[in-house]
């Protein structure tokens, strides 16, 4: 008897595939981007292959791999059993030998059972065999709140993976980014957990090229330029704080903001160069307070920067809770008038 | 009442408690080279057992898993498989890791508290050894998928002990096995102690091999002392996985004769009596008793192997000594292929401190 799974690898796979220099330009949204990017890197190399909860038939519970299966095979998009801690196995395991892996986990709130592989052996693989091995593998996981949705669907625990040595984190905050930086975590020789602010899913429709230019990871990007305040954050947030930054800008308040969009490991010079012009930092996070990635970076500049602040770093966040229910969430949600409250208090204090 | 389903669990053992045949032996062991080789490494991997907590007592090694009286089935492991499989190891497999090319003085640096330890043989795609407990078991399944994903004609061999059945991750990884029909074999070492919990508080079930069946994949249970019947199951399961793509469950009953590590005392859980009672059964005598029964082994051989043992230990014990320590950036070094911009300066701090912390002991 041969195999049961028998590699589907079809002429149209390889024999259509985009060249690096072709411009395909589509107006998508963020969720399609990521399907875009999906799509490209298993055309350009067959190593990649996707598996998770529901991403075959299905397309994922949020269409991020939409007619990926039909494409490629079953044998690249795998539908798992339902075992979060086993899908993260398997992918480690199979980055060991050589594919590229992109994991789904449905919702942030059931990534626990993955955690342990993630720490315990996705982040140590190349450590632990000095190089021999290592664990080129991405975990994407849409997170964050604002869509009401059950328990357990809303939650920003990414200060849980930034804490750990020898992961990746990394957040889009556009249809574009998310289409460059999805491509960088595929290509990435290390393990890259990959998180989807699931709130701006489908907000906007963007025109990305795609033409397989991936974006830098470890890197900061500035998304306006500003001397009056510097303003830090990732995800779906980005937005309430884009909108916010063009009306200061209406009272010529110049406002710097900083999509920070890798996580771990953190590129402080460009914070730390604009905090240093501007004197003056908001970080704005959805996840909880207190040990958010908001407190790391407010302790690394006021270790390297605080005689060129002019004002407390300060922090608009969660609060220190467990996530409410739809109803509440609102409240629980930073939103644009407590970043404009925060920026006006950090502008006048002193 | 009418059962829809009914199984049975095959058992399978070759020799006596003396040695000797119990039933037709199958047809491999006409290689009496194999045969021999067999007992070579078993008896290799118990002088070598017995260096390292000598090693460990002498403050020369950190905690160290004793193999002692479990040792047919690293052995057995290693030289079932075939060079292009790959082994996913749990810390009781030394043998089989040695047989697949590791260094005896590599297996010193892991527990003497040296990264370098994980293997440095570039060739292999083995894993390290995996300490949290039946991890290693999702991560052989996708080694397995791999394998079936690229086409590659080889079998995945993972392993774990008793214990680590109650896991959820080797319930999964079976499971998935199962729906998948991955190429890999899955070893239990069941030595009847997770340190100190003895296997009727693990499970309630009659066998572990059983589980396999609630995974669609099929389980046996052989006798762990055994050296003739861990190996022929081990052949007719990488056969299963390598030509039908079947997994299969392999449970091996044996005995820990030992502490569960150096940093254990086992008579606070369990009897001297026990104990002794087991060494009956162990693997090693047993296997002797069977070759002085088919003439291929004597006295003279017997002192040539021990000594050819003792040779080979103390080459790994000196290797292992005289390994100087590792750049202390290396902690940073290997966490990603290239060094973030963002730990450049911890990296410097690393190399400053361990400059500093040279130069006190030196003083001292
Ligand atoms: C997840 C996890 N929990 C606890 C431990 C601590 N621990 C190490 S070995 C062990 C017992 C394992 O028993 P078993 O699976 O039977 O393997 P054995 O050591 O007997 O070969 C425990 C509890 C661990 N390493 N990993
Ligand atoms: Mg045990």
């Not at chain 2, 390598?242 to 590590?261: F, K, P």
Request: proline fraction near 4%.
């Amino acid at each position: 008897m041969a195999r049961q799974l028998s590699l589907v690898r079809s002429d149209r796979d390889t024999e259509n595939e985009p060249s690096g220099h072709q411009e395909n330009i589509v107006e998508g949204t963020l969720v399609e981007a990521v399907n875009l990017a999906l799509r490209h890197e298993m055309s350009r190399d067959d190593s990649v292959v996707i598996l998770g909860e529901d991403v075959g038939a299905n397309g994922g519970v949020f269409r991020a791999t939409v007619d990926l299966r039909e494409q490629f095979g079953p044998l690249r998009v795998l539908d798992t059993p339902l075992a979060e801690g086993l899908i993260a196995g398997l992918s480690i395991g199979m980055a060991t030998q050589g594919l590229r892996p992109v994991a789904e986990i449905q919702f942030m709130g059931f990534i626990f059972p993955a955690l342990e592989q993630l720490v315990c052996h996705a982040a140590r693989m190349r450590n632990r065999t000095r190089g021999r091995l290592s664990c080129p593998l991405v975990v994407r996981v849409p997170f964050g709140g604002g869509i009401h949705a059950p328990e357990h669907h809303s939650e920003s625990t990414e200060a849980l993976l930034a804490h750990i040595p020898g992961l990746r984190v990394v957040v889009p905050s556009s249809a574009v980014k998310a289409y460059g930086l999805l491509l960088a975590a595929i290509r990435d020789p290390d393990p890259v957990i990959f998180l989807e602010p699931k709130r701006i899913y489908h907000a906007e429709k963007q025109r990305i090229h795609d033409n397989g230019q991936a974006l830098p990871l470890d890197t900061c990007f500035t998304l306006s330029q500003g001397t009056d305040l510097t303003l830090l954050s990732w995800g779906a947030m980005i937005s309430d704080c884009r909108e916010v930054v063009t009306k200061m800008a209406e009272r010529d308040i110049a406002i710097e903001l900083i999509d920070v969009a890798t996580l771990k490991p953190l590129d402080m010079e460009t914070i730390l160069t604009s905090v240093r012009k501007t004197g003056r930092c908001v970080i704005v996070h959805e996840a909880p307070r207190s040990g958010g990635v908001g407190a790391e970076i407010a302790a690394e500049i006021s270790e390297r920067a605080l005689l060129d602040l002019k004002a407390p770093v300060s922090r608009v966040t969660g609060f220190d809770t467990i996530m409410p229910y739809a109803r509440s969430e609102t409240v629980y949600m930073p939103n644009t008038r407590d970043i404009e409250h925060q920026i006006e208090n950090t502008l006048g204090f002193g | 009442m009418r059962g829809r389903h009914r199984f049975a669990i095959p058992f399978f053992r070759y020799l006596d408690e003396e040695g000797r045949p119990e039933d037709s032996l199958p047809l491999w062991t006409r290689d009496h080279d194999l045969l021999k080789a067999i007992y070579e490494s078993m008896v290799l991997t118990r002088t070598f057992d017995q260096k390292a907590i000598a090693l460990q007592r002498t403050g020369q090694l950190g905690t160290y898993p004793s193999t002692l009286g479990q040792e047919a089935i690293g052995t057995c492991i290693g030289l079932a498989m075939a060079a292009e499989d790959v082994l996913v190891p749990y810390y009781r497999d030394s043998a089989a890791q040695v047989l697949r090319g590791m260094g005896w003085e590599e297996i010193l640096l892991y527990w003497g508290g040296d990264e370098r330890g994980g293997n440095a043989n570039i060739h292999s795609r083995d894993l390290p050894v995996c300490v949290p407990v039946a991890t290693q078991l999702s991560q052989a399944a996708g080694v397995a998928t791999a394998m079936t994903i690229k086409g590659h004609a080889g079998a995945t061999v993972v392993t774990c002990g008793d214990g680590a059945t109650s896991k959820g991750d080797f319930l999964e990884a079976l499971n998935v096995a199962g729906v998948w029909h991955l190429p890999l074999v899955v070893v239990i070492n069941n030595n009847q102690w997770a340190i100190s919990v003895p296997l009727d508080q693990q499970t309630a079930t009659a066998s572990l091999a059983q589980k396999a069946i609630a995974a669609g994949i099929d389980g046996v249970q052989v006798d762990g002392n055994d050296a003739i019947a861990v190996y022929d199951a081990l052949n007719n399961a990488l056969e299963k996985a390598r030509h039908n793509a079947q997994a299969t469950l392999i449970e091996a009953v044996t005995y820990r004769l030992s502490d569960h590590t150096t940093a254990d005392d086992a008579s606070r859980y369990r009897s001297q009596d026990e104990v002794r009672k087991n060494w009956q059964h162990e693997p090693i005598l047993r296997f002797r008793n069977f070759l002085h029964g088919l003439e291929l082994w004597d006295v003279e051989q017997e002192q040539a192997l021990l000594q050819n043992c003792q040779k080979t230990v103390d080459a790994g014990v000196d290797k292992y000594l005289a390994q100087k320590p590792e750049a202390p950036e290396a902690m940073i070094d290997y966490l990603y292929e290239f060094v973030p911009a963002s730990l450049e300066s911890q990296r410097e701090a690393i190399i400053a401190k361990a400059a500093s912390l040279n130069k006190n002991h030196q003083g001292a």
